[in-house]
């Protein structure tokens, strides 16, 4: 199923604001089941296998959010890449 990009950096904007993050996505997520190095890898390496988790994955969406509204600049969030957020940062800003 196909993320709305606005919807989510409107809505990672608003939680961004609030002083209170909903995190339960992360119990059930993919990456909870997995090891790090999938979704952090050496700079260089494949991203496909961490996103291949991330497009499976329910909590897709909610990480995306909690992502873009802490600014995370490092590894797979959401089933985007560092540079794919930053692209899509840059994007929604416009």
């Known amino acids: 199923m196909p993320i709305n990009i606005t919807d989510i950096t409107?809505?990672?904007t608003a939680e961004h604001q609030s002083t209170e993050h909903e995190l339960s996505w992360q119990e059930s997520a993919l990456c909870?089941?997995?090891g790090p190095?999938?979704?952090?890898?050496?700079?260089?390496?494949?991203?496909?296998?961490?996103?291949?988790?991330?497009?499976?994955?329910?909590?897709r969406e909610a990480c995306l959010q909690y992502a873009l509204a802490n600014d995370e600049r490092f590894g797979?969030?959401?089933?985007?890449?560092e540079k794919?957020?930053?692209n899509?940062?840059?994007t929604a800003g416009h």
Not at 37 to 57: D, H, I, Q, Y
Request: with cysteine; aromatic share 10%.
């Open 37 to 59: 190095e999938f979704f952090f890898p050496a700079p260089g390496s494949s991203t496909r296998e961490a996103k291949r988790l991330c497009g499976a994955c329910e909590g």
């Open 84 to 86: 794919e957020r930053q």
């Open 88 to 90: 899509l940062r840059r």
């Open 76 to 81: 797979v969030w959401g089933g985007l890449s």
């Open 32 to 34: 909870a089941q997995t």
């Open 10 to 12: 409107t809505r990672a």
